[in-house]
């Protein structure tokens, strides 16, 4: 069946460093790719999606990228900040129109 | 615009009590809506899903049951709660045949 793994975190990171949180996808054709954010406490956030190969999908600084030959959607930015400490779940959704989850990542960002 | 509540925000119930979680959308007509559960730590687990009044499908067998007596209400429960029901428990709804999922708050279930 359908499946997302992503990197074990967690991913600690100074104020102003470059992030990369790896997601990689195993699928039945050529599904949309999510990330979610969850702060603390809280419930889920889109982050960003795409929904075709070579898709870029972008929102607050982040970046990602469908990437149909690796079968991957690693999220980026170039300089994160204290305020973006949260769980990073990437996701695809399946035929059904049902979302399949990876583990999620935890970042911390230290000043 | 469109909202989604969930209620309570916490609660500590003891091992065998009854559970009822309810989840509410404004805003949209004929959502899809899903229950999550998130176990401490882990990913997040598809429990149910709804196309429409009365219509849910179980993802996986346990003791927990879902309802949608209302188009945009959609409500978790169980007759006897288990110490393993304890997480983070979210609703989310989707316009039907489009992907994208929007969560609700959630619900954090201590079992004790």
């Known amino acids: 069946g359908d499946s997302v793994t992503q990197m074990e975190g967690p991913v600690t990171l100074s104020e102003e460093a470059f992030l990369t949180i790896n997601c990689t996808y195993t699928a039945t054709g050529y599904p949309s790719l999510f990330w979610y954010v969850q702060y603390p406490g809280e419930g889920l956030q889109l982050l960003l999606k795409a929904t075709k190969a070579d898709d870029k999908g972008s929102n607050k600084g982040f970046e990602a990228t469908y990437r149909k030959e690796t079968t991957s959607f690693h999220l980026e930015k170039g300089s994160v900040q204290v305020s973006d400490s949260a769980v990073y779940f990437c996701a695809l959704v399946d035929s059904s129109y049902k979302l399949i989850f990876g583990s999620g990542t935890r970042l911390l960002v230290r000043p | 615009s469109q909202t989604i509540h969930q209620w309570p925000a916490t609660l500590v119930q003891p091992v065998g009590s009854p559970l009822s979680l309810e989840c509410t959308v404004e805003?949209?007509?004929?959502?899809?809506l899903y229950w999550y559960r998130q176990a401490a730590g882990r990913g997040l687990q598809l429990l149910f899903y709804?196309?429409?009044?009365?219509?849910i499908s179980s993802e996986v067998p346990q003791n927990l049951s879902a309802s949608r007596p209302q188009d945009r209400q959609f409500i978790l429960s169980s007759k006897k709660l288990l110490l393993s029901d304890s997480g983070f428990y979210l609703c989310?709804?989707?316009?039907?045949?489009?992907?994208?999922?929007?969560f609700g708050p959630g619900t954090r279930l201590l079992v004790l």
């Open positions: 709804s196309v429409g009044i009365g219509q």
């Open positions: 805003g949209t007509s004929n959502p899809n």
């Open positions: 989310a709804w989707s316009v039907v045949n489009q992907e994208t999922q929007y």
